[in-house]
């Protein structure tokens, strides 16, 4: 019987030493009674022997932790109540701060009295630093978001100050631009038999660049007329609007001979309707312009998907070689010879504007006609 308690004991013993938490108890004064192997080591004792009636203070922590340890214990054996997880530093010997996770337990005799008390703790310093650094990281974040949202309030001020700018700049230039076309106008008219070749052809060059300037600052104004706004949203039908943009077409698609084959949604859908047709004008003319067939085709097709409308405008024009395919949709961003092809180069950023303004994206591709496709969608509510 003696054997069997001896074995008892020792198998109790085997089973303290052998889990991965460290383990003691107490009697009711907060005197050691015992503890397991892991304990003994992490308090610098050669065995758990060693802490049988001492107490924290004759172990290597501090007088300031082990005060708390007791007060503590006493606060579990005064009320009878357990005491889990409680998360605390503890420093050893002075020297290292460790992390402590710790559960008291008040234990009770045949009579329900607290007769001391069990403990067991872990050591989670690691988790405890990678706590602290995610919350030293998401401060640091959430300090570089602040400043990323105060950058881009600064940006969008300084870009809406810059459109202000360019619209009130191109504005003013309308009229000395018009004067000098009006007086280049009366040169040629009542000067140019005075002139020599060489003076007609100067005459010639200012005329040109007059026009492609007063181009230029139409474009610029229309750009930065388009704000970004979702004001004026209305149900239209689709085939209301790309009637009246082939309207504005006729006399291009006539001159150069150009098939259209067009399929778009019957039914009607929120946008703002004026844009949506500036948009299939722009891709449509362009799909005319960059083209040497003899017939052109341009071809107008969607998809349906579940938030969106997918828009297909395909051309057997010239085609685009832009290796960088965001470029063609920046402003005054030109691939051809400007002589063969008219144009000042808002088209396409326009077109990105509005497509944006609708909740959408534009991109291109190469297509089986052999020349550019033109895929845009808009958002079914925006
Ligand atoms: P613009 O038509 O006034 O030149 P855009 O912004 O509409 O300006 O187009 C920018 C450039 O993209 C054009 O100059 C042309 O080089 C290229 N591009 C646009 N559409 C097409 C197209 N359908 N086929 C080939 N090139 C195109």
């Not at 054996?77 to 020297?95: F, V």
């Not at 640091?140 to 300084?158: M, P, T």
């Not at 700018?165 to 106008?185: C, M, R, T, W």
């Not at 009246?244 to 077409?249: A, E, Q």
């Amino acid at each position: 019987m003696e054997l069997d308690v001896l074995k008892e004991e020792k198998f109790l013993q085997l089973i303290l030493n052998s889990i991965p938490i460290y383990v003691f108890w107490k009697d009711k004064n907060s005197i050691f009674l015992g503890c397991n192997k892991n304990l003994a080591t992490y308090a610098g004792l050669e065995s758990p022997d060693e802490i049988i009636g001492k107490s924290d203070y004759d172990l290597p922590w501090s007088k300031k932790e082990s005060d708390f340890f007791r007060k503590v214990d006493k606060s579990v054996m005064d009320s009878g109540e357990a005491q889990i997880n409680i998360e605390e530093p503890i420093t050893i010997n002075d020297k290292t701060t460790r992390w402590i996770r710790t559960n008291k337990v008040p234990l009770f005799d045949d009579k329900n009295q607290v007769i001391g008390i069990l403990g067991t703790y872990e050591d989670i310093t690691s988790k405890k630093e990678m706590e602290l650094k995610l919350i030293e990281q998401s401060k640091e974040l959430k300090v570089k978001n602040e400043n990323l949202q105060e950058s881009n309030f600064k940006l969008e001020q300084v870009n809406i100050d810059l459109e202000q700018f360019a619209y009130a700049a191109s504005h003013d230039l309308q009229e000395p631009l018009k004067n000098i076309g009006g007086f280049v106008d009366l040169l040629d008219k009542k000067y140019a038999p005075l002139l020599d070749e060489d003076g007609i052809q100067c005459l010639e060059y200012i005329k040109e660049g007059a026009t492609r300037m007063s181009s230029f600052i139409q474009g610029i104004l229309s750009y930065s007329r388009l704000e970004e706004s979702i004001d004026g949203l209305e149900k239209v039908d689709f085939n209301n609007i790309i009637s009246s943009c082939l309207k504005d077409l006729e006399k291009a698609v006539k001159d150069s001979n150009t098939q259209l084959k067009i399929n778009l949604p019957l039914t009607e859908i929120e946008c703002q309707s004026n844009r949506i047709g500036m948009l299939f004008y722009n891709l449509i003319n362009n799909g005319i312009k960059f083209n040497k067939s003899a017939t052109p085709i341009i071809k107008v097709d969607f998809q349906e998907k579940d938030n969106h409308w997918l828009f297909h405008v395909m051309d057997n024009g010239i085609g685009i070689k832009d290796v960088d395919s965001e470029n063609i949709f920046k402003p005054f961003k030109r691939l051809n010879n400007r002589g063969k092809f008219p144009g000042n180069g808002i088209g396409l950023s326009i077109c990105k504007r509005i497509v944006h303004i609708h909740g959408g994206e534009i991109w291109y591709s190469s297509n089986e006609l052999g020349g550019t496709s033109f895929h845009f969608t808009i958002q079914k509510s925006i």
